[in-house]
């Protein structure tokens, strides 16, 4: 188990963008808001621990870096922003949930952007991750 508190984002990235390249799933422990009853957001941070496979990767307009994943426990698609990860482990096992056909197209949701960055096929995870932060930066 890894622990994103001893390492640099850079390399937490790398690492999530190399599982999502080889379809390796990855159990992480982050941190989430917690609901009320009524499904409201109370504005505490709860620790949760799941299982997920790792699909897509975006900045939001907050710039925080975003990661799509399907939840393996649910089959349901989840969002967890980078900096909220504490902890994660990956796996040699292969995915196994289908991913939903609506979510090959970027989430067109109010308040997020999406930046597209292109790179060869064949780029490296480590140079993918600073093409990335080159397009945040400009």
Do not use: W
């Amino acid at each position: 188990m890894r622990h994103t508190k001893n390492e640099t984002t850079t390399q937490t990235l790398t690492r999530l963008i190399k599982a999502a390249d080889r379809q390796h799933p990855v159990t992480i422990t982050a941190l989430k808001e917690e609901k009320d009853d009524a499904g409201k957001k109370t504005g505490q941070l709860v620790e949760t621990t799941r299982t997920i496979e790792v699909y897509d990767f975006y900045v939001s307009t907050a710039g925080d870096i975003v990661i799509k994943a399907m939840d393996r426990a649910t089959g349901e698609t989840r969002s967890f922003r980078l900096d909220r990860i504490l902890s994660y482990s990956i796996h040699r096992s292969r995915y196994l949930v289908a991913r939903p056909a609506a979510d090959d197209k970027p989430a067109r949701t109010t308040g997020l952007a999406t930046v597209t960055v292109l790179y060869p096929i064949d780029c490296p995870a480590t140079t993918r991750v600073q093409i990335l932060a080159d397009a945040l930066a400009a």
